[in-house]
């Protein structure tokens, strides 16, 4: 399993993204296991201000419906959705 965790408050994380797909591929990450067993974490959303609610709200809509990967919006230091993050992995390793 392989789970991306993003910095979502950068303002680079989409480049970042695409970056670390691309040296995934390089060091022969299989497409199936990203097609499969790939998860999206979105930490940093307690760095989010509230003017930018709505533009994370209209993102995380967006990739979601354009991925088949789970996305889970999360705060490592706050706590905040940490169990959905690990329902989600335990759901994708069962």
């Not at 022969?28 to 709200?57: A, F, H, P, S």
């Not at 967006?62 to 690990?86: D, R």
Request: aromatic share 8%.
């Amino acid at each position: 399993m392989v789970v991306h965790v993003r910095d979502i408050s950068h303002p680079h994380t989409d480049f970042q993204k695409q970056t670390v797909l691309k040296v995934m591929q390089e060091v022969g990450v299989k497409e199936e296991l990203l097609e499969t067993r790939y998860m999206e974490v979105w930490n940093k959303v307690d760095l989010i201000k509230d003017d930018q609610m709505q533009w994370l709200n209209d993102k995380i809509e967006a990739e979601t419906e354009e991925s088949e990967f789970p996305i889970v919006m999360l705060s490592a230091t706050e706590g905040y959705n940490k169990q959905v993050f690990l329902q989600t992995v335990s759901q994708m390793v069962a």
